[in-house]
Structures are given as C-alpha cells and as structure tokens.
C-alpha cells in the first residue's frame, strides 16, 4: 500500500542555509545546506536519515543558493569579516 505524504515535516533538526526540493512524488528528495560547517545533505520526504553529500568544512556560511537546475550552488560566508562567496 502506499503511504500518504503528511502535510509537514521536519527534515531535520540542524540550522540550515538554503535547500532546494529535488524530484516529485514519493521520489523527492530534499538538498540542504548545514549552516555550522557548510557539508550538504540530501532526505528524502519518506526517510529519517538524512545522507551527507560532501565533506568539505566551510564554516560562518550566511546563505546557500542552488541554482534552478539544482546542479550547482553557492555559499557566501564570512573570513575575517569579508563577505566571500564559493562555488
């Protein structure tokens, strides 16, 4: 039998930066940014385990932006109070 889909919820419990919803239905997949070391995640709308996607530490990220396609993102954090942005 299939599962209905709730109306909300938590994906998870970190702080994050931006997130971008990836696929439709039961196959949709959420892609987030965690805000304390800049790794993304991905969770799917049925799990609740989220996977992590990447390793790399980039700390103070002030926000994440997934472009439309979802292939590419960018995080804009401070270093010694300049604004810089990676990609």
Same mark, same amino acid.
């Given at each position: 039998?299939?599962?209905?889909?709730?109306?909300?919820?938590?994906?998870?419990?970190?702080?994050? $930066? =931006? %997130? #971008?919803?990836?696929? @439709?239905?039961?196959?949709?997949?959420?892609?987030? +940014?965690?805000?304390?070391?800049?790794?993304?995640?991905? $969770? =799917? %709308? #049925?799990?609740?385990? @989220?996977?992590?996607?990447?390793?790399?530490?980039? +700390?103070?990220?002030?926000?994440?932006?997934?472009?439309?396609? =979802?292939?590419?993102?960018?995080?804009?954090?401070?270093?010694?109070?300049?604004?810089?942005?990676?990609?």
């Amino acid at each position: 039998t299939e599962r209905e889909l709730p109306l909300f919820r938590k994906l998870t419990d970190r702080s994050i $930066t =931006g %997130f #971008l919803p990836v696929g @439709s239905g039961t196959s949709s997949l959420v892609r987030y +940014v965690d805000a304390e070391n800049g790794n993304l995640f991905e $969770t =799917g %709308f #049925l799990q609740d385990v @989220s996977r992590r996607l990447t390793n790399t530490t980039l +700390v103070k990220i002030r926000d994440s932006i997934f472009t439309a396609d =979802g292939k590419y993102l960018i995080n804009n954090y401070l270093n010694n109070g300049t604004l810089l942005s990676q990609g």
